[in-house]
Structure formats: structure tokens, C-alpha cells
């Protein structure tokens, strides 16, 4: 049974950072695209960054210099720092791992989300 666990929420104040990490159990990680994806309060949930299996990244522009993805394939673990964080970037954020419906798939691999608040 796959099961994606999230780490490394918080609360923050603005111009911090936090470093959210996300455990995969599922089969070819290494071979997977992962990507992190966020949900703020009334709003739809969006594409943060992905990673593809050979570690070719690609961000929306809100992430663009500010957040890294990055991967541990020996661990089957994806993680994502975040520095210089705004207010805009409270949500909730979820891991997913693409399966043969793909990234972002209702039907892919979703974690149980971590929250991150940013507040002074």
C-alpha cells in the first residue's frame, strides 16, 4: 500500500524558512516524478515544484528563487526548502507522486498535507 508522509510544518514569521520533507513507500520511486503541490483557504490547489527521476526541476513563478526541490532517491524521500517565506505562501502543502495517471492526478499518490503559516 502506498503511503506518502509529510514533515516539517509550522508556523514561521515572514522572511523565514522551513524545510518540508515527505517519505514515499511506493514501488520505483526513483524512477517517479514528484512534485509538491499547495492549498490555500479558499482557493484551489496549485503546483508548487516537481522533479522529474533525473532531477530536472521546474517551479511556479511564486516558488522561482525562493523554494528547492530536491530528491534522496535512497531514501524515497522528497523534500522542499523554503526560505524567504511570505504571508502568501500559508496553505496547506501536499506531496504527490505520479503514477500512470500522472502528477497531479486526482488518481496519483497524495500525501495527508503539512501546514505551513506564515505570520508574524
Do not use: H
Request: with cysteine.
Amino acid at each position: 500500500q502506498v503511503q506518502l508522509v509529510e514533515s516539517g510544518g509550522g508556523l514561521v514569521q515572514p522572511g523565514g524558512s522551513l524545510r518540508l520533507s515527505c517519505a514515499a513507500s511506493v514501488s520505483s520511486f526513483s524512477i517517479r516524478i514528484v512534485g509538491w503541490y499547495r492549498q490555500a483557504p479558499g482557493k484551489q490547489r496549485e503546483l508548487v515544484a516537481y522533479i522529474t527521476r533525473v532531477g530536472s526541476t521546474n517551479y511556479a513563478d511564486s516558488a522561482k528563487g525562493r523554494f528547492t526541490i530536491s530528491r534522496d532517491n535512497a531514501k524515497n524521500t522528497v523534500y522542499l526548502q523554503m526560505n524567504s517565506l511570505k504571508p502568501e505562501d500559508t496553505a496547506v502543502y501536499y506531496c504527490n507522486v505520479a503514477n500512470e495517471y500522472g502528477l497531479g492526478s486526482s488518481l496519483a499518490y497524495w500525501g495527508q498535507g503539512t501546514q505551513v503559516t506564515v505570520s508574524s
